[in-house]
């Protein structure tokens, strides 16, 4: 599984960095994805982008 997120939709708002930080990290005012899901994580991974007050992360 592979997270993705719209930069040019995301506010920086930090919550899937907080959900799941073991594949969203906050790089200035924007969440970046760290690419692939590790094993386990995929259920934060969609807890995250369900959370995300903009829906801009998706969970391939």
Same mark, same amino acid.
Do not use: H, R, Y
């Given at each position: ?17 907080? +959900?799941? $930080?073991?594949?969203? =990290?906050?790089?200035?005012?924007? %969440?970046?994805?760290?690419? +692939?899901? $590790?094993?386990?994580? =995929?259920?934060?991974?969609?807890? %995250? ?12």
């Amino acid at each position: 599984m592979k997270a993705v997120i719209d930069e040019a939709t995301c506010i920086g708002c930090g919550l899937c960095a907080s +959900d799941c $930080p073991e594949v969203f =990290e906050m790089k200035g005012e924007k %969440a970046i994805s760290k690419g +692939d899901v $590790p094993a386990g994580k =995929e259920d934060a991974c969609k807890t %995250a982008a369900a959370n995300c007050p903009v829906q801009c992360i998706k969970c391939e």
